[in-house]
């Protein structure tokens, strides 16, 4: 770490922290409808209501929450599958592209609706305007918004007395998506046109090369398969390179949503590397702020609603201290670079501004802090986006990635999913300390009993079953291996981290592994589902129990969770837990290869 990386990490996390605040502040009132905004547009959202037939002052347990829930994100993922399908039919399709396959459409719907939005295609090449505008950007608005309410709901639990219920989802989720993601969407897409990203509807454009070049493409018959000669080779013709083809399209308006709502999903197959949608440092530095603020912001919101804001300040101390050790692991880790290219002279660096390190699979507009930033941010949250080629990054600095979206992506997370999973640590932790003092556990004046633990050892054990049994079938099946391009450890870790990916909802990839194969996309589509929906129940079932409880008052024998021990406790839980579940796995992938580099192997 050199002072320009310390720098520039320090400047974000006080940015970070301090544009938290007021998104907070706002947040909260938005929920309990004390917002300026809520009362402007009160009539709209109450019309909405009424068109719907939703009886907005009636609350639900969280059984309807739950079933509500579910039930809506299903139907979503039907007519994100619909579209998918049909899109070669439907208008706003001006590159003539026809349907996806239905294993391919199946993988991408689930994937949208659970918050992951894991692309094993190419965007730009693949699917319409209609269908990034209508069918994927509505589910990065419905998937992030669904996150958002659940939580709400889980604090609701810890706020209320003896209640049975604990809010209604139609009304919590039209309120975030009205007044919330939309707007914040808007002020986002705005500040990323100004640096350069495009927003339009113009069909592809086709602009001459500035040198005209020759190169080797397969030949291909009446039907477009390509010809092959009587030994089985692929037969090649000389074509001339003139010009080259340039995709537009309503990108910002998509890049927005996709970082605000910590999905992930870009319009260009390159992500938020591709200049089109993340142009300059500053758009950089702005998309890795949209990723983590609404995830910050809800631990103050959590204080704030349960009337203990000391609560929620430890929470984000949790997080803030989780995160700046990645930070400082992962931009050292690429720093170092490659010890086998140093030993042989070789310049790693792209210019003389980022002296050694690891280049590889970066843009030079970033450099290795800003990329290690954003590496660290969109797999600490649930997002998946990447302004750098993860298969790039060193051993350690692969690891680290890997690491934070197993241990649940709860530093922050994902908006919504990252704070209802560390309030399911925070459990876990009180509920450790109060077996090794004898006392029943305690968390926010509310009594964590047998119920709760079981709840929580479902959402604490699900997702690394679902992880390291994917990862099993794979490395086992024909058609698992037959993806990988790098054998050896790097080929295991691209499985391991494909799976990682997708039962916990981030998206991102190694990107050495084919998976657009019926077989990966039918596998990762049901880790995403069950990753997702199979953790949401029980965090609601946790809501409703603890609505249920009454509130009792500390006394000298209750554990304090909002001081520095009850930070270390939670800081420890979360790692503990994640060591235990995935260390033998990653000592396989990344720790051999690590091994590999520096013996060059």
Not at 192 to 201: D, E, K, R
Not at 330 to 351: M, R
Request: hydrophobic fraction near 50%.
């Amino acid at each position: 770490m050199n002072a320009n990386n310390l720098i520039q990490s320090g400047l974000f996390i006080v940015v970070l922290l301090a544009a938290a605040v007021p998104v907070a502040r706002y947040l909260a009132a938005v929920m309990d409808g004390s917002s300026r905004v809520v009362r402007w547009f009160g009539p709209l959202e109450r019309a909405l209501y009424r068109v719907a037939g939703v009886d907005a002052q009636r609350e639900m347990g969280w059984k309807a929450y739950a079933v509500a829930t579910i039930a809506f994100n299903a139907l979503g993922a039907l007519f994100l599958y619909a579209i998918l399908r049909l899109q070669g039919f439907l208008p706003g399709n001006p590159q003539q592209f026809g349907a996806m396959t239905p294993d391919s459409a199946f993988n991408t719907a689930v994937s949208f609706v659970t918050n992951t939005n894991w692309q094993d295609y190419t965007p730009e090449q693949t699917v319409s305007y209609l269908t990034q505008m209508l069918g994927l950007t509505v589910q990065n608005f419905f998937s992030a918004a669904t996150a958002i309410v659940v939580v709400i709901a889980l604090i609701r639990g810890f706020a209320r007395h003896t209640a049975q219920t604990i809010g209604n989802f139609w009304v919590d989720l039209t309120r975030v998506t009205m007044y919330v993601l939309m707007p914040m969407s808007i002020v986002i897409a705005a500040l990323l046109m100004s640096q350069g990203a495009i927003q339009n509807m113009t069909a592809y454009q086709d602009v001459p090369v500035l040198q005209a070049s020759t190169y080797d493409a397969p030949k291909l018959d009446a039907q477009g398969n390509p010809v092959k000669d009587a030994k089985g080779n692929p037969v090649t013709v000389k074509t001339a390179l003139v010009k080259q083809t340039i995709a537009m399209g309503p990108v910002a308006s998509q890049e927005a949503i996709k970082m605000l709502g910590t999905n992930g999903g870009g319009f260009f197959n390159a992500n938020s590397s591709h200049p089109y949608e993340n142009p300059t440092p500053f758009a950089n530095f702005v998309q890795i702020i949209a990723i983590l603020i609404i995830p910050a912001a809800l631990c103050l919101v959590f204080g704030q609603m349960i009337g203990d804001r000391r609560q929620g300040v430890a929470v984000l101390a949790a997080m803030t201290v989780a995160f700046a050790v990645a930070v400082g692991v992962e931009i050292s880790a690429e720093q170092g670079g490659n010890p086998t290219l140093a030993a042989l002279h070789v310049d790693q660096s792209a210019s003389a501004l980022q002296p050694g390190g690891n280049m590889e699979g970066k843009e030079t507009r970033f450099g290795i802090a800003q990329t290690g930033i954003f590496t660290v941010a969109t797999t600490a949250a649930s997002c998946g986006a990447v302004d750098a080629m993860h298969d790039s990054l060193t051993p350690l600095g692969g690891l680290v990635p890997m690491l934070l979206i197993q241990l649940g992506e709860v530093i922050f997370g994902g908006v919504g999913s990252g704070l209802y999973g560390m309030l399911v640590f925070a459990l876990l932790a009180v509920f450790v300390a109060g077996l090794m003092i004898g006392r029943t556990p305690e968390y926010v004046g509310k009594k964590i009993e047998s119920y709760e633990m079981k709840m929580v050892s479902i959402v604490v054990l699900l997702t690394p079953l679902l992880v390291l049994v994917g990862t099993s079938i794979a490395v086992l099946a024909d058609a698992g291996r037959a993806g990988i391009a790098n054998p050896g450890p790097h080929g295991f870790s691209e499985i391991l981290y494909a799976f990682s990916s997708a039962a916990n909802n981030n998206g991102s990839a190694f990107a050495g592994l084919s998976v657009n194969t019926p077989f990966y996309n039918w596998l990762t589509g049901i880790a995403m589902w069950f990753g997702r929906f199979g953790t949401i129940v029980p965090v609601l079932a946790i809501a409703g129990s603890l609505a249920a409880k009454k509130r009792i008052a500390a006394t000298s024998g209750t554990l304090p969770t909002h001081g520095p021990l009850f930070v270390v406790l939670l800081i420890g839980t979360v790692v503990l837990v994640g060591a235990l579940t995935y260390v033998p796995a990653l000592a396989l992938g990344p720790g051999v290869e690590h091994l590999m580099m520096w013996l060059g192997a």
